[in-house]
T-cell receptor, first 115, second 113 residues
Framework: GAVVSQHPSRVICKSGTSVKIECRSL??????MFWYRQFPKQSLMLMAT?????????EQGVEKDKFLINHASLTLSTLTVTSAHPEDSSFYIC???????????FGPGTRLTVL | QKEVEQDPGPLSVPEGAIVSLNCTYS??????FMWYRQYSRKGPELLMY????GNKEDGRFTAQVDKSSKYISLFIRDSQPSDSATYLC?????????????FGEGTQLTVNP
């Protein structure tokens, strides 16, 4: 099946720094990708929809100036957490829809820890 | 009220048991129903999808949808320790199919050898 990769898989940073997370579709093109955040023992919460060639669409309550999304090509979307704080520590997962209504392929996730 | 409700568990069963996982939903516009399995610190992987009321079987897994009751289930037969994971139900509408998914909270399952 289709594969979505994320890099890095784990990152630890100091408070106030910025962190970039990459999401790549490895064997298919994705004009749309999705970014989720998952806190421990909780479900996935959609943060934003990344659109190739246009601005991302953010969910209510998600600060677009803090979570910068760039969909630079049909296989790459990046999420940059700016001025990270400890409360931003979470598991960030991206996904890309497949060809059918039933398919959405998830990346392996990136665990962010902000000290 | 959440659009999708799922008992978070945890659920612990012996190897070989039949496992029943359930979700209820309130949005009658949901038409596509999926079950994802998520191992610890990994991304979710799609297990099953259905779009009509009734049962769909795939190996040891059976997905069941009852649209009249707004209730979906995932049954795992002959459960194995390797089935230990968190199981998330997910749903979408016709308009958002394949894209915007609404997830349940996830049920943490442990199958003991």
């Amino acid at each position: 099946g289709a594969v979505v990769s994320q890099h890095p898989s784990r990152v630890i940073c100091k408070s106030g720094t910025s962190v970039k997370i990459e999401c790549r579709s490895l064997d298919f093109q994705a004009t749309t990708m999705f970014w989720y955040r998952q806190f421990p023992k909780q479900s996935l919460m959609l943060m934003a929809t990344s659109n190739e060639g246009s601005k991302a669409t953010y969910e209510q309550g998600v600060e677009k100036d803090k979570f910068l999304i760039n969909h630079a090509s049909l296989t790459l979307s990046t999420l940059t957490v700016t001025s990270a704080h400890p409360e931003d520590s979470s598991f960030y997962i991206c996904s890309a829809p497949g060809l059918g209504v039933d398919t959405q392929y998830f990346g392996p996730g990136t665990r962010l820890t902000v000290l | 009220q959440k659009e999708v409700e799922q008992d978070p568990g945890p659920l612990s069963v012996p190897e070989g048991a039949i496992v029943s996982l359930n979700c209820t939903y309130s949005n009658s516009a949901f038409q596509y129903f999926m079950w994802y399995r998520q191992y610890s610190r990994k991304g979710p992987e799609l297990l099953m999808y259905t779009y009509s009321s009734g049962n769909k079987e795939d190996g040891r897994f059976t997905a069941q949808v009852d649209k009249s009751s707004k209730y979906i289930s995932l049954f795992i037969r002959d459960s194995q320790p390797s089935d230990s994971a968190t199981y998330l139900c997910a749903m979408s509408t016709v308009e958002t199919s394949g894209s915007r998914l609404t997830f349940g909270e996830g049920t943490q399952l442990t199958v003991n050898p």
